[in-house]
């Protein structure tokens, strides 16, 4: 015969055995919560702030943000931004001569009359191939700007060469970029006899012995 379904129901007197036996049972700790991981402390959507933040790379004061971008060389030294004895990489004497064109001049090069890429690549070779060849001082002739019979409305470049005086400001940029920024030390203006504002005296890097 079947039991009804009040059979499975426990009686008072099983109800009250049951709490006899369980009385002096101590309940157990409940499990500590595990402590959270970094990275269940990031915010969700990318990593903390201090995790992702990238420390800025030093800048060299005066030169653009193009030039500080290049790679890691020992940029050469304009004499004239330093004081003496002050240039980095460069004795006091050597700066002094190099300065009152007492330096002997090993080659020079004539950039009048080109455009900005011709004098680029022009004062490319000339300095590679004198640094190849161990010379020490060149003199580089740029120009000092607008050309006698110039007229003052006629527009610079339109015969398709460089703007009168381009060649000035842009050639001591080119030192300092590569490929001739390792193979040059130091520049300065030139005395009037060898061109003065119009021309630099280059100072090349001795090359190292293989």
Known sequence: ?????????????????????VADVTPLRPEPTPAKSENSRKPAGGSDKRAGSVKKPKTIPGLSKVENQLPSVAF?????????????????????????????????????????????????????????????CLLVI???????????????????????????????????EAPLADRVLAYSPAQPKHGGSGALYVLLKRRRSP
């Open 1 to 21: 015969m079947a039991r009804s379904r009040a059979s499975h129901w426990p009686s008072d007197e099983d109800l009250d055995l049951f709490h006899k036996v």
């Open 142 to 176: 740029t120009g000092k700007g607008r050309r006698p019979g110039d007229r003052e409305d006629r527009p610079w470049g339109d015969d398709g060469r460089s703007e009168p005086g381009v060649l000035r400001r842009m050639v001591p940029r080119w030192l300092k």
């Open 76 to 136: 050469p030294a304009a004499l004239a931004d330093h004081g003496a004895g002050r240039t980095p990489g460069l004795d006091k004497r050597t700066a002094q001569r190099l300065q009152r064109g007492k330096t002997e001049i090993d080659g020079r090069i004539d950039l009048h009359g080109m455009t900005q890429a011709e004098a680029r690549s022009a004062l490319t070779g000339f300095v590679t191939n004198g640094h190849r060849h161990d010379r020490r």
